[in-house]
């Protein structure tokens, strides 16, 4: 079965600063890997997914992930946080059968 | 907004009783998944359907059922209801099957009293 680990609970960052939200997976076969961020109240919003090819896959809002094989890992990042970007986002696995398995969630702080 | 789209957006019940939370895919996806988030469990995978069929269930209790409809829209009907069903619970969709990306809806508030 496939898995995700979100290491840290909550991530503080000044904004203007970079911003990296760790993510570590777990899967039989090739690793289908997606982030989605949740605002309070509101549902999940899809930001990004690596499915092959490129490591360093980009998506909306800024947004980038490097998938690394060899650490089984999938970290975002944003070059230059935003206050706007604070917020709760979600790794999620799959091995292609499309039932994602979801990290906790990390909450992400952009402090002015 | 991704097109998905849940009703009710909140729901208070008693204990013992039956809802019905309902789901409109995005137009032209034909896979409807139901997922619960909670507090202390997380996001939780319930159950998928494709084109009316199920094909894949996750941690979904007995008295949970779902079903997609010809039209596909799809339903999670929750029975015996209980204090920890209390969560969000969001439906999603996607094109079809594999990698696809899966877009979820708002969700829906359920608080069992």
């Known amino acids: 079965a496939q898995s995700v680990a979100q290491p840290e609970d909550q991530v503080n960052v000044a904004e203007g600063n970079p911003l990296t939200v760790k993510c570590t997976y777990s899967?039989?076969?090739?690793?289908?890997l997606f982030w989605y961020v949740q605002y309070p109240n509101r549902g999940l919003q899809f930001l990004l997914k690596y499915i092959t090819g490129d490591n360093l896959v980009k998506g909306s809002y800024g947004f980038e992930a490097e998938f690394n094989k060899s650490q089984t890992s999938f970290h975002l990042k944003k070059p230059s946080a935003l206050v706007s970007d604070s917020a709760l986002y979600f790794c999620?696995?799959?091995?292609?059968?499309?039932?994602?398995?979801f990290g906790k969630g990390n909450q992400v702080v952009v402090i002015p | 907004d991704s097109g998905v789209t849940q009703t009710p957006k909140h729901l208070i019940t008693a204990t013992g009783q039956r809802v019905t939370l309902r789901c409109s895919p995005r137009?032209?996806?034909?896979?409807v998944y139901w997922y619960q988030q909670s507090l202390d469990q997380g996001l939780q995978f319930l159950i998928q359907y494709y084109n009316g069929e199920e094909r894949a269930k996750g941690n979904i209790l007995e008295r949970f059922s779902a079903q997609q409809f010809p039209d596909l829209h799809s339903e999670l009907n929750l029975s015996s209801l209980e204090l920890g069903d209390s969560a969000l619970y969001f439906c999603?969709?996607?094109?079809?099957?594999?990698?696809?990306?899966?877009?979820f809806g708002e969700g829906s508030w359920l608080t069992v009293v």
């Open positions: 999620a696995v799959s091995d292609g059968n499309n039932r994602l398995a």
């Open positions: 137009s032209g996806d034909l896979s």
């Open positions: 999603a969709s996607s094109v079809g099957q594999g990698a696809n990306t899966i877009y």
């Open positions: 899967v039989s076969g090739n690793p289908y």
